[in-house]
């Protein structure tokens, strides 16, 4: 399961750009990592993981902005396609599973 946190930040005024400062340090020590500009995904094992980690990312929402969480499966996240100008890029690796029998 992927966890994937998108973001747009006022950042405007000092005490907006700390905010923003604030919740991308946030989303790093949670064991995010950052994907694009604004969105940072993280892989959890369980789904019981991955609301454990957005119930943590719903804590240190700021005020102003928005921010949007969206959890998808290792398969569904496998299948991106990346673009980087007119070339196609291979999707980014993916985290093994943890299996227990």
Same mark, same amino acid.
């Given at each position: 399961m992927?966890? @994937?946190v998108f973001f747009d930040l006022p950042t405007e005024t000092?005490?907006?750009r700390h905010r923003h400062s604030e919740?991308?340090?946030? @989303?790093?020590?949670d064991g995010f990592n950052r994907f694009q500009l604004s969105i940072y995904t993280?892989?959890?094992p369980t789904v019981e993981h991955a609301n454990m980690h957005i119930k943590r990312v719903k804590n240190f929402i700021p005020p102003k902005?928005?921010?949007s969480i969206m959890c998808v499966t290792d398969k569904q996240f496998g299948k991106i396609?990346?673009?980087?100008g007119p070339k196609e890029r291979p999707a980014p690796k993916v985290s093994p599973? @943890?299996? @227990?029998f």
């Open positions: 992927w966890i @994937l000092k005490e907006e919740f991308r340090k946030s @989303l790093l020590k993280r892989c959890c902005g928005t921010v396609v990346i673009f980087h599973q @943890l299996e @227990l």
